[in-house]
Nanobody
Framework: QVQLVESGGGLVQAGGSLRLSCAAS????????MAWFRQAPGKERQFVAA????????YYANSVKDRFTISRDNAKNTVYLQMNSLKPEDTATYYC????????????????WGQGTQVTVSS
């Protein structure tokens, strides 16, 4: 069982930056691939970025590539999402998720989810 708690969301102007954190419980954090998804009101949950259990492999949605960076610190049981050059269309609730095995971009593959943190980007 893994419990995930996101933090770091907030209100930022377009062009600004935020860093999201996801703290995980459990002693087997380093055996899970981790990902960030986001969901805007009235829209489906959308893949943002994923990272392998070791941190060696990462994968990004085209819409955030070169602006967002996912990373993890297995000693701290934490995964991060550094978001730069934010745009109003990045506004959404951001969710952290965990799965055994390789990373992926389909939400149904993920077994554990956090409660989400709101990111609002003003124009």
């Amino acid at each position: 069982q893994v419990q995930l708690v996101e933090s770091g969301g907030g209100l930022v102007q377009a062009g600004g930056s935020l860093r999201l954190s996801c703290a995980a419980s459990g002693r087997t954090f380093n055996s899970y691939a981790m990902a960030w998804f986001r969901q805007a009101p009235g829209k489906e949950r959308q893949f943002v970025a994923a990272i392998s259990w070791s941190g060696d492999n990462t994968y990004y949605a085209n819409s955030v590539k070169d602006r967002f960076t996912i990373s993890r610190d297995n000693a701290k049981n934490t995964v991060y999402l550094q978001m730069n050059s934010l745009k109003p269309e990045d506004t959404a609730t951001y969710y952290c998720a965990a799965k055994k095995g390789p990373l992926g971009d389909y939400p149904n593959w993920y077994d554990y989810w956090g409660q989400g943190t709101q990111v609002t980007v003003s124009s």
